[in-house]
């Protein structure tokens, strides 16, 4: 699809924001900053859309406007963060 793509084409640009990785741009994820539109599931409790998965551009771009980009690790210390109360330098403002 056009958001497909579109996002691809985005994804290939971007460093992860708190340690800069860049080698494997594929393996970035975007992270939600500030809640994202949460997509309901029968039976289980909402989760945040990926911007990849937007019905139109429009709603893809306004997802991305929500997110920073991180590698797998940066990702897993942000949410470990969050759950436990910890912050680090690296996102002491981006939480």
Same mark, same amino acid.
């Given at each position: ?44 409790? $909402? ?8 019905? !139109? ?15 797998? !690790? ?10 436990? $109360? ?10």
């Amino acid at each position: 699809s056009v958001v497909e793509i579109t996002y691809d084409k985005i994804q290939k640009e971007q460093c992860c924001a708190d340690c800069g990785y860049k080698e494997i741009t594929k393996i970035l994820v975007c992270h939600h900053l500030v809640p994202g539109t949460v997509r309901q599931r029968s039976g289980r409790a $909402g989760r945040t859309m990926s911007p990849r998965n937007a019905k !139109n551009l429009t709603d893809m771009y306004a997802e991305l406007a929500k997110c920073v980009w991180l590698c797998y !690790n940066c990702h897993a210390k942000r949410h470990y963060n969050r759950e436990t $109360g910890k912050i680090e330098w690296h996102n002491v403002n981006l939480r």
